[in-house]
């Protein structure tokens, strides 16, 4: 049982460029998150889904896409990286119950 | 408006004595609480919870007290040993689909 995983765990993006980062768990969780966190700032919601083929805008979503195709995926988007989106990106699953289960982060520089 | 607050960044105890780590919430139909903790470079980890029906919840060395009328949680940690440095957020659901986290307390215990 490998629980959320995330890849990649790191990346350097010029400003302009394209990524997609990949979560996955294995834990048949309905729910899934993305989160970014910053220095001082705690861990804010991007976007999140309720389950396979739904997504909703959490409290930051400006400059994100996401999408979710396969209940065990979420994948979020960059389309064009800028320096503010330089962060600590993870995402997180859950049950019915409130308890997330975290991956172990990827670390993103926008240069 | 951040819902949830940890007023104090960092907190330093010593090996063997008592953490007090706090948490304040604004919005009174919050109806459940969490405390996750983070080591640097992974994912957060949960760690205790409480509802609001409880007012104490004990889980080994730590234990979550709630104060409903006040809108304050504490995260006690007895006795403090140096593998418990590490971030802790507080956190409360939003609607039941995600987690509004606090800014985070860094504790250090120092032998």
């Known amino acids: 049982n490998a629980g959320v995983t995330q890849t990649p765990k790191f990346r350097v993006l010029k400003t302009g460029q394209s990524m997609t980062l990949l979560c996955a768990q294995d834990?048949?969780?309905?729910?899934m998150y993305w989160y970014r966190q910053d220095p001082g700032m705690g861990l804010r919601l991007i976007h999140y889904?309720?389950?396979?083929?739904?997504?909703a805008k959490g409290e930051v979503p400006d400059g994100y896409n996401v999408s979710r195709l396969k209940k065990q995926n979420f994948l979020l988007g960059l389309e064009s990286a800028a320096p503010s989106q330089t962060s600590v990106y993870f995402c997180?699953?859950?049950?019915?119950?409130?308890?997330?289960?975290f991956g172990p982060g990827t670390r993103l520089t926008v240069t | 408006d951040q819902q949830v607050k940890q007023n104090s960044p960092s907190l330093s105890v010593q090996e063997g004595r008592i953490s007090i780590l706090n948490c304040d919430y604004t919005?009174?139909?919050?109806?459940?609480f969490l405390w996750y903790k983070k080591y640097p470079a992974e994912g957060p980890t949960f760690l205790i919870s409480?509802?609001?029906?409880?007012d104490k919840n004990e889980d080994g060395r730590f234990t979550v007290f709630l104060n409903k009328s006040a809108k304050h949680l504490s995260l006690h940690i007895v006795p403090s040993q140096p593998g418990d440095s590490a971030v802790y957020f507080c956190?409360?659901?939003?609607?039941?689909?995600?987690?509004?986290f606090g800014k985070g307390t860094s504790l250090l215990v120092t032998p």
């Open positions: 956190a409360a659901p939003n609607s039941g689909y995600a987690l509004n």
């Open positions: 889904s309720v389950g396979e083929g739904t997504t």
């Open positions: 834990m048949n969780h309905e729910y």
């Open positions: 409480i509802s609001s029906i409880k």
């Open positions: 919005n009174s139909m919050f109806d459940y």
């Open positions: 997180a699953s859950r049950t019915r119950l409130y308890e997330q289960y």
